[in-house]
C-alpha cells in the first residue's frame, strides 16, 4: 500500500519572529571593554601668573568582540558598542566644583573637563560624582561580522587651573618647589554595553576601572618692580633733604625671599652712592636706608642691611627712605643714580 505524504508549506510566520529575537540579542559575555589614561601632568605652576594653566592626558578605551558573534551574518548588521567614561573626584577633593589637588592640609583648585571648551557644561565626571553626573560618551562598530575583533577609540581628558586669588594663595612647603596631586586609583571607571539595533544606555551595561594621576608642581617665584626715590628741586645743599620712594613686591606664598641693592651706576660703594648730571664732574652723595635713618640698604655686606619677608601671594609695597646729608653743593643740573634692586627667593 502505497502511503501519500503531504507537503506542508513553510510557517512565514517563524522566520521573521526568529529574526527580530536575533537581532536584538545582546553579544556574548565574552566581549570586553577597558579604558587607560595616561597621567595628566600640569608641570611647574606659578602661583603669581595672571593667566589660567592647562594641561591634557591622553586616554583610550579598547572594546573587543569574541569569536563566531552571535548575530546573523544574513542580517548583515555589525555589532556595536557604547561606552560611558566616568571621572570621579579624586584623592584631595570634596566636590567638582572645583576638584583640587592636595599637599597636606593645603589645596589647589583646578578641574578636569571633556572637550576644550572648560565650561561648566563640560566639566568631567559620571553617574556616581555628586552634582556632575556628565560622562563622556564614545562608540564603536565591530570590525567583522564573523570573526569580531577589536577596536581602539581614543579620547582626550584637559584639565585647568584658573588664575585667581585662590590660585594666588597656594602655598609652597619649606621654601621649596612643592608637588600637588590627586589620585584617580579605583575613582575613575567605564560602563559599556553591546548591541546590534538599538544603543543601551551604557551604565545597564558592564563596568571596568582604570587608574590616573593628576599632579602641579606648585613654584617659588616673585616679582619686583620699583617707584623712584625723588628728591624734587632743591637750592643749596646745606641741610639734610629726605624722600621715599618703594618697591612692588609679589612672591609664592610661604616663599621666603631677601631683596639687596647694589652701588648705583655712579659708584659701585653701597656705602657711598652718588647721583650726577648728564654731563660734568659734580656729584651729590646720598644713601638708601629701610627705615629713617637706619642702616644702609645695601648687599649685605660689611654694616649693610638687606630686606627680608615672606610672601603671601599678593603684592607688598616696601618702602625705601632715601636722604641727602648736608655737603658741598655742585653746580646746578639734574643729578640721578640707578640702583638695582634684585630679590633672592
Not at 259 to 287: E, W
Request: proline letters at 7%; aromatic letters at 6%; charged letters at 10%.
Amino acid at each position: 500500500m502505497k502511503r501519500a505524504h503531504r507537503l506542508r508549506p513553510p510557517n512565514r510566520l517563524a522566520l521573521p519572529a526568529l529574526l527580530l529575537l536575533l537581532a536584538a540579542a545582546p553579544a556574548a559575555h565574552a566581549d570586553l571593554c577597558s579604558a587607560s589614561l595616561s597621567n595628566l601632568n600640569f608641570g611647574n605652576v606659578s602661583p603669581i601668573t595672571g593667566s589660567d594653566i592647562y594641561a591634557s592626558a591622553s586616554g583610550n578605551v579598547s572594546c573587543s568582540w569574541s569569536l563566531l558573534n552571535p548575530t546573523p551574518p544574513f542580517l548583515l548588521l555589525l555589532p556595536k558598542v557604547t561606552v560611558c567614561v566616568n571621572i570621579g573626584l579624586g584623592s584631595n577633593s570634596s566636590a567638582t566644583t572645583p576638584r583640587t589637588l592636595g599637599n597636606g592640609a593645603n589645596r589647589l583648585q583646578y578641574n578636569l573637563y571633556r572637550d576644550a571648551t572648560y565650561s561648566a557644561a563640560a566639566i568631567f565626571g559620571g553617574p556616581a560624582t555628586p552634582a556632575t553626573p556628565t560622562p563622556l560618551t564614545v562608540g564603536g562598530t565591530s570590525p567583522n561580522l564573523i570573526t569580531g575583533g577589536t577596536i581602539n577609540i581614543p579620547f582626550t581628558v584637559y584639565g585647568k587651573i584658573p588664575a585667581g586669588a585662590a590660585l594666588a594663595a597656594v602655598p609652597t612647603s619649606s621654601d621649596s618647589d612643592t608637588v600637588y596631586t590627586s589620585s584617580f586609583a579605583g575613582n575613575a571607571t567605564i560602563n559599556y554595553a553591546f548591541y546590534n539595533l538599538v544603543a543601551p544606555a551604557c551604565t545597564a551595561g558592564s563596568s571596568a576601572s582604570f587608574t590616573f594621576q593628576v599632579n602641579a608642581t606648585v613654584i617659588n617665584d616673585c616679582t619686583i618692580s620699583a617707584a623712584p626715590v625723588n628728591f624734587g628741586s632743591n637750592g643749596v645743599l646745606n641741610g639734610t633733604v629726605r624722600a621715599t620712594g618703594s618697591l612692588s613686591v609679589r612672591c609664592t606664598n610661604n616663599n621666603a625671599y631677601r631683596i639687596t641693592l647694589n652701588g648705583g651706576s655712579v659708584a659701585s660703594d653701597v656705602t657711598a652712592r652718588k647721583m650726577k648730571p648728564a654731563s660734568g664732574s659734580g656729584r651729590i652723595a646720598y644713601r638708601l636706608s629701610q627705615t629713617l635713618d637706619g642702616p644702609i640698604w645695601g648687599d649685605g655686606t660689611g654694616s649693610t642691611a638687606v630686606h627680608t619677608g615672606t610672601g603671601t601671594g599678593n603684592t607688598t609695597g616696601v618702602t625705601i627712605y632715601g636722604m641727602v646729608p648736608a655737603q658741598t653743593t655742585p653746580a646746578p643740573g639734574d643729578y640721578s643714580d640707578t640702583v638695582q634692586a634684585t630679590i633672592a627667593f
